[in-house]
């Protein structure tokens, strides 16, 4: 039988040298059976005030903590890494990098939240997930469920971000239930995730909520320029390759 084990890190920044310095998981063997991870980890890398505004994890909060290398969750990540499990994150790349940046090397199938909910969702304006919490109503219910499961919640806090995902998959099963009848909803979660996404429309920069489709016809050199110096995700990528040419 499958395991699905859903994480979330903190991590001292998002640059290429940064570190894990919190991680939040689940791993979910069935409904009742669920193990729960909140752990904090030191490192050598400084904390970036830019990532304290965030996470309000100070220098303070993990002095005298293991390395990740040591926390529970890294032995059990690596317990059940073998592709008929399932590795699962919103924007599972980043969280994912930062698991190899200690050592990790995946074997899971992987689902990624955020793209599913693209292909989803495709009307919904954000899929960020505390957007999804609230256009979702997810928040209803959380508190029944960090109750079932001993989790305290709090901002910007990996197992609290971790609850939330828990809810979202869930949801996400349900609407592959309504859109595509007699598949698994997990295996087409992983199939969604190695699909990129067609972008509609843009959701920052001068365009703002214009479709990009007419931007292509109206501005074509503003995508180039998009394209060659901006640090896009991969389904913005995708997006403007295909009106590239």
């Not at 990532?51 to 220098?59: G, L, R, W």
């Not at 059990?76 to 008929?84: I, Q």
């Given at each position: 039988?499958?395991?699905?084990?859903?994480?979330?890190?903190?991590?001292?920044?998002?640059?290429?040298?940064?570190?894990?310095?919190?991680?939040?998981?689940?791993?979910?063997?069935?409904?009742?059976?669920?193990?729960?991870?909140?752990?904090?980890?030191?490192?050598?890398?400084?904390?970036?005030?830019?990532?304290?505004?965030?996470?309000?994890?100070?220098?303070?909060?993990?002095?005298?903590?293991?390395?990740?290398?040591?926390?529970?969750?890294?032995?059990?990540?690596?317990?059940?890494?073998?592709?008929?499990?399932?590795?699962?994150?919103?924007?599972?790349?980043?969280?994912?990098?930062?698991?190899?940046?200690?050592?990790?090397?995946?074997?899971?199938?992987?689902?990624?939240?955020?793209?599913?909910?693209?292909?989803?969702?495709?009307?919904?304006?954000?899929?960020?997930?505390?957007?999804?919490?609230?256009?979702?109503?997810?928040?209803?219910?959380?508190?029944?469920?960090?109750?079932?499961?001993?989790?305290?919640?709090?901002?910007?806090?990996?197992?609290?971000?971790?609850?939330?995902?828990?809810?979202?998959?869930?949801?996400?099963?349900?609407?592959?239930?309504?859109?595509?009848?007699?598949?698994?909803?997990?295996?087409?979660?992983?199939?969604?995730?190695?699909?990129?996404?067609?972008?509609?429309?843009?959701?920052?920069?001068?365009?703002?909520?214009?479709?990009?489709?007419?931007?292509?016809?109206?501005?074509?050199?503003?995508?180039?320029?998009?394209?060659?110096?901006?640090?896009?995700?991969?389904?913005?990528?995708?997006t403007l390759k295909q009106y590239l040419g």
């Amino acid at each position: 039988m499958a395991v699905y084990v859903l994480f979330d890190t903190e991590t001292t920044g998002n640059q290429e040298n940064d570190r894990i310095i919190q991680v939040g998981a689940m791993i979910v063997h069935d409904r009742e059976n669920i193990e729960v991870f909140d752990e904090l980890c030191s490192t050598s890398v400084p904390i970036s005030i830019e990532a304290m505004e965030v996470h309000n994890i100070t220098p303070e909060v993990i002095e005298n903590k293991p390395p990740f290398s040591k926390t529970d969750f890294s032995q059990k990540v690596e317990t059940y890494n073998s592709e008929e499990n399932y590795l699962i994150a919103h924007n599972i790349g980043f969280d994912l990098g930062m698991l190899e940046k200690e050592g990790f090397t995946n074997r899971y199938t992987l689902i990624d939240t955020v793209r599913c909910a693209r292909h989803l969702l495709p009307d919904m304006p954000y899929h960020r997930l505390q957007y999804l919490r609230y256009a979702l109503e997810l928040y209803k219910t959380e508190a029944q469920e960090a109750e079932k499961l001993g989790i305290t919640i709090k901002a910007h806090d990996a197992i609290g971000d971790v609850l939330v995902m828990k809810l979202l998959l869930s949801k996400l099963v349900q609407l592959i239930q309504e859109q595509f009848p007699g598949v698994n909803p997990m295996q087409k979660m992983a199939e969604l995730t190695k699909t990129p996404v067609l972008i509609k429309t843009f959701k920052f920069g001068k365009y703002k909520d214009r479709d990009i489709e007419e931007i292509s016809r109206e501005d074509m050199g503003y995508l180039q320029w998009m394209y060659k110096n901006l640090d896009l995700d991969e389904d913005m990528q995708y997006t403007l390759k295909q009106y590239l040419g």
